[in-house]
């Protein structure tokens, strides 16, 4: 009877921790939203949660568990709390919608580097030697690229400007030798993400 007695107490204790885990995930999330519209008061935004995900060596996505009832639209930008770029809503049901990540190949998006104002267009590298990683082309070939620059969007119908994309880690001359190319480490932690920020206005 002790050991079971014993047992019970640790296991209310493990669901007492589960629930402090669970309001302190809340609380930071709050406070994030808090603090990125404080940040951005001209940006409407929706969070959501990713419910579920999918990934090749071509395409990377995930679902949200948020959509049209609540003003989700194909089109929309998916951001974390520090104004990182996650990536594009591809599809809006009622209640869920589909991002396509920016480490998925196919999406093609107008940056600069910040320090130095070079752009170019960035998107998922499909190389498995860089994969989880994000390619700038059509650099100037006169261009001065230094690590940990950081790349920033350039402003689109799609995006708005400065969202942080990633930095730096690697650069070299395209195939023509006309342009160069730069390596961008995604600044968004693609991989684990729980929770997104998705931009209505």
Not at 111 to 131: D, H, K
Not at 137 to 165: E, F, K
Not at 172 to 189: F, L, Q, R
Request: charged share 20%.
């Amino acid at each position: 009877a002790e050991n079971e007695a014993l047992k019970s107490q640790i296991a209310q204790m493990q669901e007492d921790n589960r629930l402090a885990d669970s309001i302190s995930r809340e609380n930071d999330r709050l406070r994030d939203l808090l603090e990125l519209k404080d940040a951005n008061p001209d940006y409407e935004l929706v969070d959501g949660y990713i419910i579920a995900r999918s990934s090749t060596d071509w395409t990377n996505s995930f679902t949200v568990d948020r959509g049209t009832i609540h003003g989700i639209k194909e089109g929309m930008v998916a951001i974390t709390a520090n104004g990182e770029v996650v990536g594009l809503v591809t599809e809006a049901g009622s209640n869920y919608c589909t991002v396509k990540s920016i480490l998925d190949s196919s999406l093609e998006i107008s940056a600069t580097i910040a320090a130095s104002g070079y752009s170019g267009m960035v998107q998922g590298a499909y190389t498995s030697e860089i994969s989880g990683h994000l390619r700038m082309n059509y650099l100037p070939s006169s261009a001065i690229i230094r690590n940990r620059d950081q790349v920033v969007t350039a402003g689109s119908t799609v995006y708005p400007r400065n969202l942080i994309l990633g930095y730096v880690v690697d650069a070299g001359m395209g195939d023509t030798g006309v342009a160069k190319y730069a390596i961008i480490e995604p600044a968004a932690d693609i991989a684990h993400l729980e929770q997104v920020f998705i931009l209505t206005q």
